[in-house]
């Protein structure tokens, strides 16, 4: 369930503002997330003029079936890594019209993390199209909700960092 708190809706607001002044659109592909960023964003009224569209790619089958993901790529890194977020990224700007793109891929827990990949470990990629992709690794704490929602405020601020630079 998405809580959306006043900071987050103000910083998708702000961004949905600055991303309109340029002419550009948003897509975002999540994975730990479920789909809370979409959300969030389309929470604010107006968002479809710079919003494209969200995939929430939660198995590795859809990782690869529905972003090219290589399977290779998973297999080597897992799906928690810089390699996956970047690829993602790249499979957003292959499969929308999307000018800013995020990539979310994390452990939210309860269970499900490792020694190299504890709870609370997400991987986060940005990019803007024909330009490198940044990625940004994080050691969340919480639960699961409080995981999740700490990528989406990340993401929202990254996101806004990206496109002022």
């Known amino acids: 369930m998405v809580v959306l708190d006043k900071t987050v809706f103000d910083l998708a607001e702000r961004l949905g503002e600055q991303l309109v002044t340029r002419g550009w659109f948003l897509a975002a592909a999540e994975s730990c997330t479920g789909g809370e960023l979409a959300a969030c964003i389309t929470d604010v009224p107006g968002s479809s003029a710079w919003f494209d569209v969200g995939f929430v790619v939660y198995s590795n089958a859809a990782k690869q079936r529905t972003l090219g993901v290589p399977e290779a790529v998973i297999a080597q890194h897992g799906a928690v890594s810089q390699a996956v977020v970047e690829a993602l990224v790249r499979g957003i700007f292959v499969n929308s019209e999307a000018d800013v793109a995020v990539s979310i891929s994390g452990v939210a827990g309860p269970s499900g993390g490792s020694l190299d990949k504890p709870v609370g470990t997400v991987w986060l990629a940005f990019g803007l199209r024909h330009e490198p992709v940044e990625t940004l690794l994080c050691h969340f ?13 990340v993401s929202l601020m990254r996101l806004m960092r990206l496109i002022s630079d």
């Not at 704490?141 to 405020?153: H, I, N, P, Y």
């Open 141 to 153: 704490s919480g639960d699961r909700a409080s995981v999740r929602q700490q990528a989406v405020r």
